[in-house]
């Protein structure tokens, strides 16, 4: 009796869960996944010019991915904006792991060296650096070794049908299906990440169609098994966002205690012997280079005065076009030079610095804001805006900007 009566307390609990908790809805949602496929996708992909044997070819045996995040089932409710404001955000010196840098420059270098040739006719042909492209390579994919467990297919239409973002997923599940229609690949060798992006260079579909290419001129381009095509494509994409052929992507400096570190981001771009006649000075005590002293430059200062001091160049920004994040390009960068050259950590050392909960620093975005400041993103997370309106704040109070969030400020500023 007791027995039984549990099975039906469970069978009870079990009606009041949210869709996604009950497994025996699934086949039911299953059934309205392939019923999307014929009667929504597929007129959609037919305007695009793929065809019934390709939508068939590339769907056949696909079901839903329950694994993946940020799914919204039919029938369940989208989650409210969840408003991160208490978790802590973390130093930006976090994000530059030694150990990780060092395997990676070691790779790195072996395998620049391996494909020298061909990385040379690549910079001939886009204007990038092999080191830039092969640090990418590296970061992307641990230089295609990262296993890409996924069905591209599947997870695409998984979000398209049923996640937060089903319109962005949409339509690279219908370019995804182009590379099937061109013959770029088989739907079943379309293997990607958990988001979606596919091959060594990590491209969502949409990116494959702009950027890859065929380098190893095999008849069509192959991020996932053609190193060759993985590097071009990699620099094609970053010639395309505007990589200037010849400049470095920037380099760490000392910025003088007199001068405000309130001057960052690209719209103060002015040229680098502008910056140099401020008195910033490079600290491997090298000069700026001959050829960017009249070619604009930018101050980046990502933890304020409590760490390393870039004056970047506009590379630096079609670094982000890649993953728009100030850490990822300096990243990058850094990677980049230790595989050049030997280089090593930032000679800076970061500072301790994002203890405070993203609430603070959110309180202190909203007083600045109406204050009169433009901080960006009003999220939580202290970006060059923030950063820099923080700083002219300092200033104009009497104190000498540290252009970062930080514990003593959260009174003073409300």
């Known amino acids: ?74 029938g369940s409710t989208p989650p409210k904006q969840q408003d991160q404001s208490q978790a802590e955000f973390s130093s930006p010196g976090a994000y530059f792991s030694e150990k990780r840098l060092q395997m990676l420059a070691t790779t790195g270098r072996g395998l620049a060296s391996t494909y020298a040739s061909t990385l040379k006719q690549i910079e001939a042909a886009y204007g990038v650096p092999g080191e830039i492209v092969v640090a ?4 992307e994919s641990g230089f295609g ?16 049908f049923m996640s937060t973002r ?61 190193v060759p095509d ?55 005590g090298k000069p700026f280079p001959a050829a960017d002293l009249k070619a604009d430059g930018m101050m980046l200062v990502p933890a304020g005065r409590s760490g390393p001091e870039f004056i970047v160049t506009p590379n630096f920004y079609v670094l982000k076009q890649y993953n728009n994040s100030d850490l990822y390009a300096l990243f990058i960068g850094n990677l980049a030079d230790r595989i050049a050259n030997g280089g090593g950590a930032f000679q800076a050392s970061w500072g301790d610095v994002g203890k405070m909960l993203r609430s603070d620093v959110l309180a202190m975005q909203k007083a600045l804001v109406a204050k009169g400041y433009d901080v960006g993103n009003v999220d939580g997370l202290p970006g060059f805006k923030t950063r820099r309106s923080l700083g002219d704040w300092q200033a104009k109070n009497g104190m000498a900007p540290t252009c970062y969030p930080e514990e003593a400020l959260k009174a003073k500023l409300k």
Request: charged letters at 25%.
């Open 166 to 226: 089903k319109d962005m997923f949409r339509d690279e599940l219908i370019d995804a299906l182009k590379m099937v229609q061109r013959g770029d690949v088989d739907p079943s060798d379309m293997r990607s990440s958990w988001a979606g992006a596919l091959g060594q260079p990590q491209f969502m579909p949409s990116s494959y169609l702009k950027y890859a290419v065929d380098f190893d001129k095999n008849g069509h381009p192959d991020i996932w098994n053609s």
């Open 1 to 74: 009796m007791l027995a039984q009566t549990a099975k039906i307390l469970v069978a009870t609990l079990l009606t009041l869960l949210p869709l996604p908790a009950l497994a025996q809805n699934k086949p039911d949602v299953e059934k309205q996944f392939q019923r999307w496929i014929a009667s929504d996708l597929g007129p959609q992909a037919k305007k695009a010019g793929i065809s019934e044997k390709t939508l068939k070819a590339a769907f056949a045996g696909v079901e839903l991915d329950w694994s993946l995040p940020d799914l919204v089932p039919p």
């Open 136 to 139: 990418i390579w590296g970061r």
């Open 230 to 284: 993985a590097l071009a494509s990699i620099a094609h994409y970053l010639q395309q966002e505007g990589w200037q052929r010849g400049r470095d992507w920037g380099f760490e400096v000392k910025i003088p205690a007199k001068l405000s570190c309130a001057q960052e981001g690209p719209d103060l771009a002015k040229p680098i012997s502008a910056w140099a006649a401020t008195g910033i000075t490079r600290v491997s």
């Open 145 to 160: 070794k990262a296993k890409l467990s996924y069905s591209a297919i599947r997870v695409l239409a998984t979000k398209a």
